[in-house]
């Protein structure tokens, strides 16, 4: 059978190494070639220029949206902006999405785009009309809305991009009730939801507490369970990084290193997170930090330093095998995507380290985004009819209990039991049930099958297999 043009993308790609992973899990599966090899393809790709005026003059600006796959409706993915992004790129991190999307049960297909700028050297406005511009061209082509393919926030990218993207696209659908569900990550006031914003990096975190938490694994690394006192080094202090210390430190964990740019410092005795941000903030760069026992000019070296989980927070390929020999983490924990190349992570599972994959770990983002997505077609936000009824069933709970006991609660107590659920905590119940229960569900695939070598080929396996129902239940495949 003829091979498909995207898996004869070079292995050296960030796309083909994907695919590589794809295809190692594949044969886990029972799924016909052709049925792969329609999942593992990216369905649409569309690379386009435009003008924007600067200075004096124009510059022509490149960009991509790719929708990965189409087994569900819509694709949902961010919008990256750097000045290194590239076709291969944007197709790698459209096909990631997907996988990650099946794994923590998010009905929504694969996508991603990419603007090829660097935030920094633009102004705001120009910024703005980049961003609108890059919507319209979208809009053109159709791709995007709330139905089609809902972008979100991704390196280089926040709430102010995504508000720029929700206004374009609403004032160019007059009338569309549905409109401003065509991006999440949009700020509160634009119908934006609370913990958006803190959702992947919370992700991560509960990711790594669930995997420290099972005795029987951490027996196999020579860990005692529990993230209390265990030493975490993370790379990348940028919102995704940024939160992953505050909720791992917030678990009970120690981090001794942070990476950046930049370079990398170390403390054995742990970092505190804001005196660094700030440091950062005000002098430009985490070295410097009066904080640190030890800093690193290059930032490769931070990575290598003594810990027991490893945070790449950054970008793709950051563990190659230049370094992989020298990682002393025995949990890495991919809060990137694509951090860890196919070898340096068949090096690393040869060595009987937990690898906790992208696709399943950095998925607290997209669950958010898919709850944003909810509020926004059912244009209400959570708790709003419930939260008092809650409250008032739980009073008449509490004071009918009193009363038969004749115990009677202090203050504290009482708002405890009474309060109804906000928003937040109910997003937050969401995100943590979804990481816990994915976790667990990727694990028992590795558990019941020995052949299968990490949660990576684990997760490859479960997401193939909920994308393979969805193609079969459009009766696409008998
Ligand atoms: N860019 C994020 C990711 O890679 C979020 C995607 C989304 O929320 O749609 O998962």
């Not at 810990?307 to 950051?318: G, H, K, S, T, W």
Request: aromatic share 8%.
């Amino acid at each position: 059978m003829a091979k498909s043009i995207d898996a004869a993308h070079s292995e050296t790609s960030f796309f083909g190494d994907v695919c590589q992973f794809f295809d190692h899990a594949a044969q886990f599966t029972s799924h016909p070639e052709g049925l792969l090899d329609q999942i593992k393809s990216c369905n649409s790709v569309y690379r386009f220029r435009f003008p924007i005026r600067r200075g004096n003059g124009f510059e022509v600006i490149d960009a991509w949206r790719v929708e990965h796959s189409h087994h569900k409706s819509p694709t949902k993915g961010g919008i990256r902006y750097s000045e290194m992004v590239n076709e291969d790129e944007v197709m790698a991190l459209a096909a990631l999405m997907t996988y990650k999307c099946a794994i923590v049960n998010v009905p929504f297909g694969g996508a991603k785009g990419g603007i090829k700028i660097n935030s920094k050297d633009y102004t705001i406005s120009e910024l703005e009309n980049i961003t609108r511009r890059y919507t319209v061209e979208l809009i053109k082509k159709n791709f995007i809305g709330p139905a089609i393919d809902v972008p979100a926030p991704d390196y280089g990218s926040g709430e102010r991009e995504m508000s720029w993207i929700a206004d374009t696209y609403q004032t160019m659908n007059p009338g569309q009730l549905d409109a401003l569900g065509c991006v999440t990550g949009k700020p509160i006031a634009l119908h934006g939801i609370a913990g958006r914003k803190e959702a992947t990096g919370r992700g991560v975190a509960i990711a790594v507490r669930e995997c420290v938490d099972i005795a029987e694994d951490m027996k196999k690394l020579g860990l005692t369970p529990g993230l209390s006192g265990k030493r975490v080094i993370v790379q990348g202090l940028g919102n995704v990084g940024y939160h992953t210390i505050k909720f791992l430190t917030e678990f009970g964990a120690t981090v001794v290193g942070i990476c950046e740019y930049e370079g990398a410092i170390y403390n054995s005795n742990g970092l505190s997170l804001d005196e660094v941000f700030n440091h950062r903030k005000s002098t430009g760069s985490i070295l410097g930090f009066s904080g640190a026992q030890k800093e690193f000019k290059n930032t490769a070296e931070g990575l290598e330093q003594d810990c027991d989980i490893l945070v790449p927070a950054a970008l793709e390929n950051q563990i190659t095998m230049n370094n992989v020999a020298n990682i002393k983490a025995k949990i890495i924990a991919e809060a990137a995507n694509g951090p860890t190349t196919p070898d340096a992570a068949a090096f690393l599972i040869k060595r009987g380290c937990i690898l906790i994959p992208d696709m399943y770990c950095n998925a607290g983002g997209v669950t958010v985004s898919y709850f944003e997505w909810l509020k926004n077609l059912s244009h209400v936000a959570f708790g709003r009819m419930d939260k008092r009824y809650e409250e008032n069933a739980n009073l008449n709970l509490v004071n009918v209990v009193e009363k038969i006991t004749g115990v009677s609660l202090d203050s504290a107590q009482r708002s405890m039991i009474i309060k109804g659920a906000s928003e937040l905590e109910l997003v937050n119940s969401g995100l943590e049930d979804t990481m816990i229960r994915s976790y667990h569900e990727i694990r028992d695939v590795q558990m019941n099958n020995p052949k299968i070598d990490g949660l990576r080929t684990a997760a490859f396996v479960s997401s193939i297999d909920k994308v393979a129902v969805s193609y079969m239940n459009m009766g696409i495949w008998p």
